[in-house]
């Protein structure tokens, strides 16, 4: 149980580093002296100290929510604008994203749940009705689905054209799902569900046409990539939302500021894995490789994600002398 004598103590200091990051408002670290930054870098690591000592107190999560927020938005001031190096880069894909990706997995896990919810909605939609097949997909694509052929054939004779097209195009709507987030996470939502919704009319078109294992061999190789790459951008436009509509004790622009920082960091993050999944996609899911070979590949790549993002490296904030 925290102390109300520790906490009469402590809050002096946490009001000090709102005092100073309300007075650096546009201008940033340039409308502080050389004094006020080293005060406000050890205000920083100390209140991380308290951040740690509050979130052992269950009844305090109110607090930890708000000291989370301060230094979420110290941590912006400080480093923003420093010049990047190729070992932050390195960090950046070893460390913060990883622990990014934990922290937020509430949102990608809700962005998850949008898609497959319309798409089984999907699936029951174009099982009961096969007119709803055609509206949505096309007469071409369900001229060549009830022919009992993949659409993929074209991949295979330009593979390294197809694969930066597919790149290209995932890349474009996975930062429109994160960017649409601006929109009060209402056109994050409607790309989620609308791809969720098409995921699910072409896998009832295919089982309907006998071609399931054909479908479920092509998407499986860069699908076990590329659709929790989807959801992690979705859960950052989710994330950009809840900044704008839910600040909680914040100014909402300092609350977008916060969580559009978190959500930035998100989609960066993802950009090695859909560069991956292209590949994957060009390459590997429409070649004629045994199916068991393409399985594999997305065991084996599924097997590789969940390594990576399992790598949660908590930091201990470091001990400094008491203010």
Same mark, same amino acid.
């Given at each position: 149980?925290?102390?109300?004598? @520790?906490?009469?103590?402590?809050?002096?200091?946490? #009001?000090?580093?709102?005092?100073?990051? !309300?007075?650096?408002?546009?201008?940033?670290?340039? #409308?502080?002296?050389?004094?006020?930054?080293?005060?406000?870098?050890?205000?920083?690591?100390?209140?991380?100290?308290?951040?740690?000592?509050?979130?052992?107190?269950?009844?305090?999560?109110?607090?930890?929510?708000?000291?989370?927020?301060?230094?979420?938005?110290?941590?912006?001031?400080?480093?923003?604008?420093?010049?990047? &190096?190729?070992?932050?880069?390195?960090?950046?894909?070893?460390?913060?994203?990883?622990?990014?990706?934990?922290?937020?997995?509430?949102? !990608?896990?809700?962005?998850?749940?949008?898609?497959? +919810?319309?798409?089984?909605?999907?699936?029951?939609?174009?099982?009961?009705?096969?007119?709803?097949?055609? /509206?949505?997909?096309?007469?071409?694509?369900?001229?060549?689905?009830?022919?009992?052929?993949?659409? !993929?054939?074209?991949? +295979?004779?330009?593979?390294?054209?197809?694969?930066?097209?597919?790149?290209?195009?995932?890349?474009?709507?996975?930062?429109?799902?994160?960017?649409?987030?601006?929109?009060?996470?209402?056109?994050?939502? @409607?790309?989620?569900?609308?791809?969720?919704?098409?995921?699910?009319?072409?896998?009832?078109?295919?089982?309907?046409?006998?071609?399931?294992?054909?479908?479920?061999?092509?998407?499986?190789?860069?699908?076990?990539?590329?659709?929790?790459?989807?959801?992690?951008?979705?859960?950052?436009?989710?994330?950009?939302?809840?900044?704008?509509?839910?600040?909680?004790?914040?100014?909402?622009?300092?609350?977008?500021?916060?969580?559009?920082?978190?959500?930035?960091?998100?989609?960066?993050?993802?950009?090695?894995?859909?560069?991956?999944?292209?590949?994957?996609?060009?390459?590997?899911?429409?070649?004629?490789?045994?199916? @068991?070979?393409? /399985?594999?590949?997305?065991?084996?790549?599924?097997?590789?994600?969940?390594?990576?993002?399992?790598? &949660?490296?908590? &930091?201990?904030?470091?001990?400094?002398?008491?203010?």
């Amino acid at each position: 149980m925290i102390s109300t004598s @520790w906490l009469r103590k402590r809050r002096p200091y946490w #009001a000090r580093i709102d005092e100073l990051l !309300t007075r650096s408002g546009r201008s940033g670290v340039r #409308a502080l002296t050389h004094p006020e930054l080293q005060e406000l870098a050890l205000l920083y690591r100390q209140t991380a100290s308290d951040l740690a000592t509050i979130r052992e107190d269950d009844s305090s999560r109110n607090l930890a929510h708000y000291l989370n927020q301060l230094l979420g938005r110290t941590h912006n001031l400080i480093y923003m604008g420093r010049r990047s &190096k190729a070992w932050g880069i390195v960090r950046f894909y070893r460390e913060t994203f990883p622990q990014i990706f934990h922290d937020t997995l509430p949102y !990608t896990i809700a962005a998850a749940a949008i898609f497959f +919810v319309l798409a089984a909605a999907g699936m029951m939609m174009a099982t009961v009705d096969p007119g709803f097949q055609r /509206y949505l997909l096309g007469s071409e694509m369900m001229d060549t689905i009830e022919k009992r052929q993949m659409w !993929t054939h074209a991949v +295979v004779t330009m593979k390294p054209l197809a694969s930066s097209a597919i790149m290209t195009n995932n890349l474009s709507v996975s930062f429109t799902t994160f960017a649409l987030g601006i929109t009060a996470g209402l056109g994050t939502i @409607w790309m989620l569900a609308l791809n969720g919704l098409l995921f699910g009319v072409v896998n009832a078109a295919c089982w309907q046409a006998g071609m399931s294992q054909q479908l479920l061999s092509f998407v499986a190789p860069h699908g076990v990539i590329e659709l929790p790459a989807i959801f992690i951008a979705g859960g950052g436009g989710l994330l950009i939302a809840k900044g704008l509509l839910f600040p909680g004790t914040l100014p909402r622009r300092a609350s977008l500021v916060l969580e559009g920082g978190r959500a930035v960091r998100l989609v960066v993050g993802i950009i090695p894995m859909l560069i991956v999944a292209g590949t994957i996609e060009g390459f590997v899911s429409p070649s004629e490789l045994p199916v @068991w070979v393409k /399985y594999s590949v997305a065991a084996g790549m599924f097997v590789l994600l969940l390594l990576y993002v399992k790598r &949660k490296t908590p &930091k201990q904030a470091p001990a400094v002398s008491p203010i």
